[in-house]
């Protein structure tokens, strides 16, 4: 609204006002704002006029100072955004079988109205005015415009939907989604540009020096070095193992690339089509990937063809790698009578072994060996889909301990990584983390965004230098700090 007045809303209904140079501390202006009904969006149209609105179909006005008690709008609308252009003009927008938006003129609200045509306009999020002739409201297919009579259709160019829309001309808008924004003017929309944005579906993380490298499910990598994060197109991955900052490896579906410290070698194809669960590559000239129940091997240039373990009924979850010659694969599977049981086998760099039991108390996640004479794994106890306590098992002298509990609030566990017998870091799934130093594990640190947990892997490239990823936020944790 200006250098020195904006207002801000939260779902519980608190308002806060920036004088700028800080906030004020929240006042409540909407008692009745609650988790199944909160506070929604607010609007101002002059430092002296704002309309704030709640999921509820009420709203509240700001008029010189002074807050109303919250009013019944009477829409009967599950209310989305408000926009003001003048204290006798606000256009929201909401949902109530399909999005309809209504007008207030300083006293009452209009009867909603259909926004676009039928069956193109359902759950239309925003809505900016610049104008009480000139609306523009965003939904899953199209953006829509006001003219001050009626409703029109602008086809929506951006790849992944609408999710916000601002006006700021008379026929201006820029129209934003996932990584993409977009320029309305007079009536046509202009070819989206993509922006920089924070990746999704992170899946796997590998670290070697100072640098780090996080994979996607859907669209891409991010290079982390020190606190700087470059992100690096690639084509969606499951897996990535990096032998030094020039020299990573990332499997998809049937595909693979290799990163030389700055971009992606075009994909080629495995053989076998397969999502790769795990990835290990000890060496420039060797890497075995593992899927549910098959497996593939690197010689430094290509990829021999998928192909299927000989292993009773599971999923292999985990892999580690020490040499071309010795790899270390753990699964999960459920035997007779619904016992989860956690197995390991070995690569012995032409065949794989007969699986051997870790335990029959739970399901394991994932291994890490940081060398020859000492590998640890980490499961849960039951399945891995379950929210039961976490554990680890070791193995040493070629014999693998009984698995050992974490603690009551580390739960289903997601990753594990080794620097040496005496550190090792792990992840589980409610984005916590917690180290080894070679006799006993630390309590767990809280790690990505609050409220959303998820940690998905962690890679340690020497004592207390890791990293993790959460899955579910899109953020990268680095330094865990050596209990």
Known sequence: MSSTFCTAVDPAGYA???????????????????????????????????????AGDRYVTYDSGTWSAPTAAGTG????????????????????????????????????????????????????????????????????????????????????????????????????????VAFLAGGTVADPLRVERG????????????????????????????????????FPTTAVSCVTTTNCIAVGYGVWSKFNGTSWAAPKNIGGATFFNAMSCPTATFCLAVSDNGYAVFNGTGWTPSQTFQIPSGVVTGLSCTSDSRCVAVTERTSGGGVVRGDAIVWNGSAWSSPTLVTDQGGLASISCPGA??????????????????????????????????????????DISCVTQAFCAATDNQGQVLTFNGAAWSAPVKTGLAGDPGAKAISCAGVGNCA?????????????QVR
């Open 77 to 180: 609308l599950r209310t989305d955004a408000i926009s003001c252009v003048t204290d006798e003009f606000c256009a929201l927008i909401g949902y109530n079988q399909r999005s309809k938006a209504s007008f207030f003129d300083g006293t009452t609200w209009s009867s909603p109205v259909s926004v676009g045509s039928v069956g193109g306009n359902y759950l239309a999020p925003d809505i900016s005015c610049s104008a009480t002739n000139f609306c523009v409201a965003n939904g899953t297919t199209n953006y829509y415009g006001w003219n001050g009579t009626a409703w029109s259709t602008f086809a929506n160019r951006l790849e992944d939907g609408g999710t916000t829309v601002e006006c700021f001309g008379p026929t201006s808008c820029a129209l934003g989604s996932i990584g993409e």
């Open 468 to 480: 993790t990823i959460n899955g579910n936020d899109g953020t990268i944790t680095t330094t865990v």
């Open 16 to 54: 806060y006002k920036y004088t700028g140079t800080s906030w004020g501390s929240g006042v409540r202006i909407d008692n009745q704002a609650n988790a199944a009904t909160p506070m929604s969006d607010i609007s101002c149209a002059t430092v002296n006029f704002c309309v704030a609105i709640d």
């Open 373 to 414: 004479d000492f590998c640890a794994a980490v499961g849960t106890f039951g399945a891995s889909t379950s929210n039961e306590p976490g554990f680890a098992s070791y193995l040493e002298g070629g014999q693998w301990t009984a698995p050992a509990a974490l603690g009551s609030s580390v739960k289903a566990m997601r």
């Open 199 to 234: 990746l999704e579906g992170l899946s796997d993380i590998s670290c070697v020096g100072t640098m780090c490298l996080a994979v996607s499910r859907d669209d891409g990598a991010v290079k982390y070095v020190g606190t700087t994060a470059t992100q690096v197109p690639n």
